[in-house]
C-alpha cells in the first residue's frame, strides 16, 4: 500500500501506524504522484491517489475519507509576480498532479489565463525568475510566509470553494477493483477515525519530527484540511474531474519539463 508523506496525510494512516489497524497493511511513503504510478504499475495495491488520477485510472475509491478542504487550504500556493489574469508561464512543482490541473482550471475558468506550464522543483525564487508565477504545494508551502513579499498569493483552495461554492477533493484511497473488499475499506475508514480521534498526538509528533510550529500543525490540520468525507466533497470532486478531463483533451497544453 502505498502513502504520501505530506503531512496532510498523517491522520488517514494514524491508525495503521499507532491504532488497532497496526500491522494490517504494508506502508510505503512516496510523493502524491508516485503513489499512483505504483498503483498503476500494480506495484501498490491501493494508494493515496491524487484525485485527477480518476481520470486515468479505472479504481475503486474508498468512500467516507481523503484529503479535502472547505475553504483556505494553506499548502496549495500559487504565487505570481503579477495579477493571475496576466499570468503567461506557471513553474509547478508537479508532485501532484491534482495540485497542477486545478491551478491551470481555476486560472483558465475565473482570470482568463492560459499560461505555459513547466515542472520545476519547489524553489519560490528560482520558479519566479524562470516563470511568471509558482505553483508551491505540500511542506514547502507551509513553511513559506504568506503575508510577506511583494507578490501575489491565491491559495487554490479558497479559490475553487470560491469559483464553484463546493468542497475541494485532493486525494482519496484508491485501488484495483478486486482487493477494495468491505472489511478492507473499513479498515481505512476507521484508521482515519482514530487519527481524528487522536489529532493532539498526531500534532505534537508531526511539530516536531517536521520542525513546524505547532501552532501552524494544529490550525492546518484541523482548520484547512478535511479527512472525512460527506456528500458534498463527492459533488466538488465530480466537478473537478468534469474540468480535468477537459484539459487532458488539450495534449498540446500539458506540462513539460525543464
Known amino acids: 500500500m ?5 503531512l496532510n496525510t498523517t491522520p ?3 491508525g495503521m501506524l499507532h491504532g488497532p489497524q497496526r500491522g494490517l497493511f504494508d506502508l510505503d511513503f512516496r510523493i502524491p504522484a508516485e503513489c499512483a504510478d505504483r498503483v498503476a504499475s500494480g506495484a501498490a495495491d491501493i494508494g493515496i491517489v491524487p484525485s485527477f488520477e480518476l481520470t486515468r485510472q479505472d479504481l475503486e475509491v474508498i468512500q467516507g475519507t481523503g484529503i479535502a478542504c472547505h475553504g483556505p487550504v494553506r499548502s496549495i500556493l500559487l504565487i505570481a509576480s503579477r495579477p493571475a489574469a496576466e499570468i503567461r508561464t506557471l513553474a509547478a512543482d508537479s508532485s501532484s498532479r491534482t495540485s497542477v490541473a486545478l491551478a491551470r482550471i481555476i486560472l483558465e475558468q475565473r482570470y482568463g489565463a492560459e499560461p505555459e506550464v513547466h515542472s520545476h522543483p519547489p524553489d519560490l525564487e528560482a520558479m519566479l525568475r524562470v516563470a511568471d508565477a509558482a505553483l508551491i504545494i505540500g511542506d514547502p508551502a507551509l513553511r513559506i510566509d504568506v503575508a510577506r513579499g511583494p507578490q501575489h498569493v491565491y491559495d487554490l483552495g479558497a479559490e475553487w470553494v470560491e469559483m464553484t461554492g463546493l468542497p475541494m477533493v485532493f486525494a482519496v484511497w484508491a485501488g484495483r477493483k478486486r482487493v477494495m473488499t468491505p472489511e478492507v ?3 481505512f475508514r476507521e484508521s482515519c477515525r482514530y487519527g481524528c480521534q487522536h489529532m493532539e498526538e498526531i500534532v505534537a509528533s508531526e511539530a516536531r519530527a517536521r520542525e513546524f510550529p505547532i501552532g501552524l500543525v494544529r490550525e492546518y490540520l484541523t482548520r484547512h484540511i478535511v479527512h472525512q468525507l460527506g456528500a458534498r ?3 466538488g470532486m465530480e466537478l ?3 474540468y480535468a478531463r477537459r484539459l487532458e483533451q488539450s495534449p498540446e ?3 513539460a519539463a525543464v
Not at 502505498?2 to 505530506?6: D, Y
Open 253 to 255: 497544453r500539458r506540462p
Open 12 to 14: 488517514l494512516v494514524w
Open 2 to 6: 502505498c502513502a504520501v508523506s505530506f
Open 240 to 242: 473537478f474531474l468534469r
Open 185 to 187: 475499506a473499513q479498515a
Open 233 to 235: 466533497d463527492y459533488q
